[in-house]
């Protein structure tokens, strides 16, 4: 009982789980480091777990975007699938950007070890079920058949529960094509981030440490800084990243949609999107907040005000400190 992989020209989708946290490591090299991550609540946590040939990379991601895109547009046309999945490594090397000489399928195949040694342990929901074992991010996979000089044919895999369930709950994200022509792992990090948080809105603002959390960069401050800010020179050069428009002012990074679309709320959208609060204000709410990242702060309320349907404050400075003050009420030092 398996789901053939025959649908032409599938539009790319991941899921917004491994979208909105950092499973994939963005290290060309081997990396061995065990990561846990939890959100500001520390109700959610996800611990990731190497095997002997390291992290999944985000471009071992790719095997999964071609699986997840392939399943939901079976979904969406009314066909019967299943988490088993058989596929054709060329299709997959081509929809993906990938070269098809021996270099590819040879790529392809440490991908797939990987992918299927890497362990994830959480308790974020996806389709509606908690996981809290641990499980791959694929289950299996086995090369059907090869060729007489060693390349591999078809392949099939098992998705994980985890990722299955999120297609049958459709909690996926289509993807702009040229994702898979960025060859830097942190701009793909990047776009994931700037599709699964900016989505639709014309903008969204969020600090730098913030962004390196979400990215799983080991880098140290300054040098992620340095990346992130040669990402966004080149980018405002020859707008080269899908869909959104990366720009680094101060400590903050900003992600613009390049189409300027927005939700049903276009007006609370742009005016929060465009309100600056006073250098005044973020040093009364360092106090205020103390421990606190001032800048997720003020993502955070920001996002609060969107997702609310709030209407904007008169007076940005005085409503900004006041959350900061419940905030650090509620929560105490992070």
């Not at 471009?59 to 988490?83: E, F, P, T, W």
């Not at 939700?263 to 709410?285: H, K």
């Not at 800048?295 to 400190?321: H, I, K, N, V």
Request: proline share 4%; aromatic share 8%; glycine share 6%.
């Amino acid at each position: 009982d398996f789901f053939v992989c025959d649908i032409f020209d599938a539009a790319p989708k991941g899921d917004m789980a491994s979208m909105a946290h950092p499973i994939f490591s963005l290290s060309t090299k081997p990396d061995h480091r065990i990561r846990r991550y939890e959100d500001g609540t520390g109700k959610s946590y996800l611990e990731v777990r190497p095997s002997a040939d390291g992290l999944a990379t985000i471009h071992d991601r790719d095997v999964l975007i071609y699986c997840i895109s392939q399943v939901m547009a079976a979904l969406n046309s009314g066909q019967k699938v299943s988490r088993t999945i058989r596929l054709k490594a060329y299709d997959l090397l081509k929809a993906t950007n990938r070269v098809t000489d021996g270099r590819g399928y040879d790529g392809l195949r440490a991908a797939l070890v990987r992918l299927q040694g890497t362990q994830i342990e959480t308790n974020i929901v996806t389709g509606g079920e908690e996981q809290l074992d641990l499980f791959s991010i694929i289950d299996r996979a086995r090369i059907l058949r090869q060729t007489r000089d060693g390349r591999m044919q078809e392949i099939e895999i098992e998705l994980s529960d985890w990722v299955f369930n999120a297609i049958q709950a459709h909690e996926v994200l289509t993807l702009h094509r040229n994702y898979f022509r960025l060859r830097k792992p942190l701009e793909r990090r990047l776009y994931e981030l700037a599709r699964k948080h900016c989505g639709k809105k014309a903008e969204w603002r969020v600090s730098l440490a913030v962004v390196q959390r979400k990215c799983g960069s080991a880098s140290t401050p300054r040098e992620f800084r340095r990346l992130l800010s040669n990402i966004a020179k080149q980018d405002a050069a020859h707008d080269h990243i899908p869909d959104y428009a990366i720009r680094l002012e101060d400590q903050m990074v900003i992600f613009r949609n390049r189409q300027n679309r927005e939700t049903s709320q276009p007006g609370l959208l742009q005016e929060t999107a465009n309100f600056r609060l006073s250098p005044e204000s973020y040093d009364c709410a360092r106090s205020l907040a103390p421990g606190w990242d001032i800048y997720l702060l003020e993502t955070e309320w920001r996002t609060w005000m969107q997702d609310g349907g709030l209407d904007a404050p008169r007076d940005p400075d005085r409503a900004f400190l006041g959350f900061c003050r419940k905030w650090y009420e509620k929560r105490g030092r992070p």
